[in-house]
């Protein structure tokens, strides 16, 4: 049976243990720290060399224009399986607003469905531009947006998709 010195024991159990892993912490911080500081105060334990290069891996950049030319519906259709999961192009609402006739749409305009109000930052179409940049990074171009979805970083991907989009009409 449980009496008063047994409980005291446990208790006492508990706290020395959490004393010794504190004091553990403690000690460990100590012998294995890089020197104090936090941020931009930490010293690197190396530092890689790096060559500046007029161009490194980069794209060029296009100017939109040009990459809406060498757009690919085809492949757009294919980029939109990363949108299927909340979209539908059928006319019907799921998580998303549908997206079928979404091109030259007003912004915020699908009826049944209730937006957070936050892409009306965006403009008042949905013109291919205004996709495009939207599309890149949601949560940047419209902050507050219940989309989570991260963007596509590739702009060929962008295009393709709104050349998709566009073809599906309204």
């Known amino acids: 049976m449980l009496d008063t010195m047994t409980i005291?024991?446990?208790v006492g159990g508990g706290c020395g243990a959490l004393l010794v892993y504190l004091l553990g912490s403690w000690v460990g911080d100590g012998?294995?720290?890089?020197?104090?500081?936090?941020g931009e105060e930490h010293a690197a334990a190396y530092?890689?060399?790096?060559?500046e290069s007029g161009g490194g891996g980069e794209e060029?950049?296009?100017?939109?224009?040009t990459l809406m030319a060498s757009a690919d519906a085809g492949a757009g259709e294919k980029v939109f399986g990363k949108c299927r999961a909340c979209h539908k192009v059928d006319g019907s609402n799921a998580t998303g607003p549908h997206l079928d006739g979404v091109?030259?749409?007003d912004i915020d305009s699908v009826s049944g469905f209730n937006y957070s109000g936050a892409l009306e930052q965006v403009g008042d179409v949905w013109t291919p531009e205004n996709l495009f940049h939207f599309l890149e990074n949601p949560k940047g171009a419209a902050p507050g947006t219940a989309m989570s979805f991260a963007g596509l970083k590739k702009p060929q991907d962008?295009?393709?998709?709104?050349?998709?989009?566009d073809s599906l009409g309204g």
């Open 8 to 10: 005291t024991k446990a």
């Open 31 to 38: 012998l294995y720290s890089m020197g104090g500081g936090h």
């Open 47 to 51: 530092v890689i060399e790096v060559e």
């Open 60 to 65: 060029p950049e296009m100017d939109f224009e």
């Open 103 to 105: 091109v030259g749409r």
């Open 158 to 165: 962008r295009v393709n998709l709104i050349a998709y989009l």
